[in-house]
């Protein structure tokens, strides 16, 4: 089985080096991830793909890879997806992340680098010497007219792996004073374009939803309130990167639109559309404000259904100043290291909500 040719264990392991850094202690506690937020960030959202995501998680944990967690009392359904102390250095010579010997890390030392990589000389990198020996060439041919590509050309240009640069993004190589994608290596993520329906009424404004199911239930609500202009389909972490297209939707809509959002009740779920928030303000686009009747109604129907959170991240107080006067509220669940799905508010609520006041 080779994890580096499935979507889902490439997310899994791209979140387990943001978590894990370069830290030299070693970790006390083995990685773990929702399944379900794991498929989501992957963009696995077919039934086809999610089937053959789990197929290939339990071929994974059949060889050791992975420890996998089912619902109690379903042992069908899939929980959280494990990856075990045991078998990170496994994980990390499958995709290429290896520590270096003595003789390596004093040629590293010695090498000519191009000034770019001079920082490699003292740097802690636990990264093949192939792979830092193409990016050495490449910004030695690098031209100052080569325009501005999409990641994966780049990756492809370099190191003949179209894939291999969105891997190594999450390493030490990048960060202050060290490579940037746009500045070093003149590419970018290209974020997916964000799907989206066109509402009955022209004079309302536009709602971006979190998650799939969230959106198709606006979107047929929308049908009966006429409340929004266009439904948009942010799926989940990719909306920072897909903030772009709001341009060219907004472009098809008369009149001035404001933007709204309306995610899960988590930490990512607040942070999203702030990013993406700051990023169409530096286009030129609307903030993305949050949707409070849609908040509030989550905090309503939600309140005895939060379930725990375990995310390598805390939350902080002002990550929910964003929503407004419903902030201090919101935080009691954060803190609390606590959840709500935005699916909490379903058809079955919202379609007796046809005179509710939206704005």
């Known amino acids: ?48 793909e999610r089937q053959e995501a789990e197929r290939d998680a339990r071929a994974l944990a059949a060889e050791g890879w992975l420890e996998l967690r089912s ?14 102390l045991d078998q ?3 994980w990390c010579t499958a995709f290429g992340f290896v520590s270096e010997t003595d003789a390596e890390a004093r040629r590293r030392q010695e090498f000519a680098w191009q000034p770019e990589l001079e920082f490699l000389r003292t740097a802690r990198i636990n990264l093949p010497w192939d792979d830092l020996q193409k990016l050495n060439a490449y910004l030695a041919r690098r031209s100052s007219e080569r325009p501005r590509v999409p990641i994966k050309e780049r990756s492809l240009e370099i190191f003949g792996d179209e894939k291999r640069l969105d891997a190594l993004r999450g390493s030490s190589l990048f960060g202050s004073g060290r490579l940037e994608l746009e500045l070093h290596l003149g590419c970018e993520i290209v974020g997916e374009p964000l799907g989206w329906k066109r509402g009955p009424t022209a004079t309302g404004h536009v709602i971006i939803l979190e998650n799939a199911a969230t959106w198709h ?36 809509l008369p009149g001035p639109q404001r933007v709204w959002y309306f995610g899960d009740l988590d930490l990512p779920g607040v942070q999203i559309p702030q990013q993406a928030s700051a990023y169409a303000q ?20 939600g ?26 509220e919101c935080w009691t669940v954060l803190s609390a290291n606590r959840r709500i799905a935005q699916e909490v508010v379903g058809w079955d609520f919202l379609r007796e909500r046809t005179e509710s006041r939206l704005y």
């Not at 619902?71 to 075990?84: C, F, S, T």
């Not at 991240?313 to 929503?323: G, S």
């Open 282 to 301: 530096s286009l030129g686009l609307p903030p993305l404000e949050a949707h409070l009747p849609s908040y509030r109604w989550l905090l309503e129907q």
């Open 303 to 328: 309140r005895h259904r939060a379930t725990p959170w375990d995310g390598s991240q805390p939350a902080h107080r002002e990550d929910c100043d964003w929503l407004g006067d419903l902030a201090e």
């Open 1 to 48: 089985m080779d994890p580096t040719r499935m979507p889902f264990a490439s997310e899994l392991f791209a979140r387990w080096r943001q978590a894990r850094g370069d830290r030299p202690e070693p970790a006390r506690r083995p990685f773990s991830r929702s399944w379900e937020e794991v498929l989501e960030q992957a963009g696995l959202l077919s039934a086809e």
């Open 71 to 84: 619902v109690r009392y379903k042992p069908h359904l899939l929980e959280r997806i494990v990856l075990p």
């Open 217 to 252: 239930t606006y979107e047929r609500w929308n049908q009966q309130v006429r409340a929004f202009s266009a439904v948009i389909y942010g799926r989940g972490l990719q909306t920072a990167q897909s903030t772009r297209y709001l341009r060219d939707i907004l472009a098809e």
């Open 88 to 90: 990170e250095e496994r």
